[in-house]
């Protein structure tokens, strides 16, 4: 009975605590980010956000969190009801399942698995499924139009998002995400590669369906797009998947064009702050830049949106690819970076 | 053992859902259940230790071809009674290509078996000091780089080809030229008058 305990059950234990101590800051992380949102948009419109609920409005997400609780959950008649309560637990999920991979600090990985970026790469590819799903199921003519929008808007923006994590690739030598991070030491990514970050970067937020890329739930056309006949908790995992996928994105950013959690210059006083802290920091930075984009921009019209994808990113990043693998070879880059290779 | 329970999960899961592809009643559905067979075989591929071919089984068949697969059939519009009338009908059909597939199998595979002549021009295991996308890597990128060039010269061709066979240019569309946008000079298009009150330009 002991040898069982040590050899099965202490460390699926130990795997649950790791996977909890890792959902529970996310999941907080999201139901601030949404009010960090509203906040920074009111503060870019001189408003000031929500500010009723608690001291400087700070327990507003709790308070939103409940509401839907307590609201009905509607099946529309006609609708697919499995299909239709499938699509937001899988968005959910799939946001959840990536941060398996993500290195918070030197070591600090749930699964420190050699394909991790492939990793990364798959997951966040299946998002589409989710809202593909939500906009087939509903049987409602504006969220079918905001599944297609949003199933060809992310197919074509995740073309050039492999290509840049090819550039990345090349001058790595390897596919685990901790090896990326500490090839990053001598310099971060974002400058040899200052191109590729920004388009990543933008490829991310198209991926994320966020302005000014939201064209999948355009209220001005579409109502609210794919999740129009969702309410209550079906909503609210929708909108939870939507910022868990911000979050993910930015670190994904973050790990391949930021340094990951190493500090910006490796003297004293920025090597007395924890690792992870910077990662976080890094993750906020990136964060607000997706909101400022939300309250700068206004929305893309969709050919607009398919021809920055397809013609413009695909062919920078294209050509990225050769550029970029003929600087590693001829210079000999994965040794300076200390890389094996 | 917890090894054995995960595949047999995993293939339980495939068959099953290779099953419901094509008995379900919706194709979407099916599509749908494809998609979960692609996912379970990436795990059985996982437990072989292929985590490489895993992640590109999930990204180019779920993530991409899949994804169309169901753009597609969301929009189809298809009378499903009559869909079904046609299943007896192709039924041994289908049934002789799946034997004939399954003996295919059978013999490559229990010829390994018996042989071992044959066994020994099998693939070669991954060699041990080397993770298998750096092995698939060397193969695909050193030895063979002639085919594989070959290989990605075809299937450019094809996709010249598919988009010179559907590509058509129409005359009298008005397309958004961005450039021509960007470097207009304002001073040309704009014009600024002072007009009187109560009279017109």
């Known amino acids: ?341 | 053992m917890i090894e054995a329970l995960v595949f047999y999960m995993f293939a339980f899961i495939t068959v099953a859902s290779g099953v419901m592809v094509i008995s379900a009643r919706n194709p979407v559905h099916s599509v749908l259940f494809l998609i979960l067979t692609f996912f379970n075989s990436a795990g059985l591929f996982v437990l072989l230790g292929a985590e490489f071919l895993a992640m590109i089984l999930v990204i180019v068949y779920v993530g991409a071809v899949a994804v169309l697969f169901l753009f597609v059939v969301m929009m189809l519009d298809i009378n499903f009674v009559e869909l079904r009338q046609g299943f007896l009908q192709y039924l041994p059909l289908g049934g002789v290509i799946g034997l004939v597939l399954l003996i295919e199998i059978v013999v490559a595979l229990g010829g390994m078996n018996i042989d071992a002549e044959a066994a020994a021009g099998g693939a070669a295991p991954t060699p041990a000091n080397l993770t298998n996308t750096e092995a698939l890597g060397q193969l695909i990128y050193t030895h063979y780089i002639y085919l594989f060039q070959a290989a990605g010269l075809i299937l450019l061709v094809a996709m010249i080809g598919a988009i010179v066979l559907t590509h058509r240019r129409r005359p009298g569309v008005r397309r958004q030229r961005i450039f021509d946008q960007v470097t207009r000079d304002p001073k040309e298009c704009i014009e600024l008058r002072k007009i009187e009150p109560g009279k017109g330009i």
């Open chain 1, 1 to 341: 009975m002991a040898e069982f305990w040590h050899d099965y059950i202490w460390p699926t234990l130990w795997i649950v605590i790791k996977i909890v101590a890792i959902i529970l800051p996310i999941l907080v992380a999201v139901a601030y980010l949404t009010f960090a949102e509203r906040k920074i948009i009111g503060g870019m419109h001189r408003r000031k956000g929500p500010n009723v609920v608690g001291p400087f409005g700070l327990l507003q997400p709790l308070a939103d969190g409940l509401k839907l609780f307590l609201k009905e959950t509607v099946l529309p008649t006609r609708a697919n009801p499995v299909v239709f309560f499938i699509a937001p637990m899988l968005t959910f999920s799939l946001a959840l399942v990536a941060w398996a991979v993500i290195p918070f600090g030197d070591g600090l990985v749930l699964a420190d698995i050699n394909v991790g970026v492939l990793y990364l790469f798959a997951i966040s590819s299946l998002g589409v499924y989710g809202i593909m799903m939500a906009g087939w199921a509903s049987n409602s003519k504006y969220a079918f139009l905001g599944g297609l929008r949003s199933a060809a808007q992310m197919v074509s923006y995740e073309v050039s998002m492999g290509f840049i994590i090819i550039t990345v690739l090349l001058c790595v030598g390897s596919l685990n995400l901790t090896e990326i991070v500490n090839a990053q030491k001598t310099v971060w990514f974002v400058i040899p590669l200052l191109p590729m970050a920004v388009i990543f970067f933008i490829s991310t937020v198209a991926e994320t369906n966020r302005h000014p890329f939201d064209l999948p739930e355009a209220e001005a056309e579409l109502v609210g797009g794919f999740n129009v006949e969702y309410s209550a908790m079906p909503f609210a995992l929708f909108f939870l998947g939507e910022y868990a996928n911000m979050i993910l994105m930015s670190g994904m950013t973050t790990v391949l064009f930021l340094g990951g959690w190493l500090p910006p210059f490796d003297i004293v006083p920025f090597t007395w702050i924890p690792g992870p802290v910077w990662f976080v920091l890094k993750i906020s930075f990136l964060l607000f830049v997706f909101i400022w984009l939300r309250a700068a921009f206004p929305r893309y019209r969709y050919d607009q949106l398919m021809r920055l994808g397809w013609k413009v990113f695909l062919p920078i990043s294209l050509a990225a690819v050769v550029i970029v693998g003929g600087v590693v070879v001829a210079f000999d880059i994965q040794s300076v970076l200390g890389a094996k290779g």
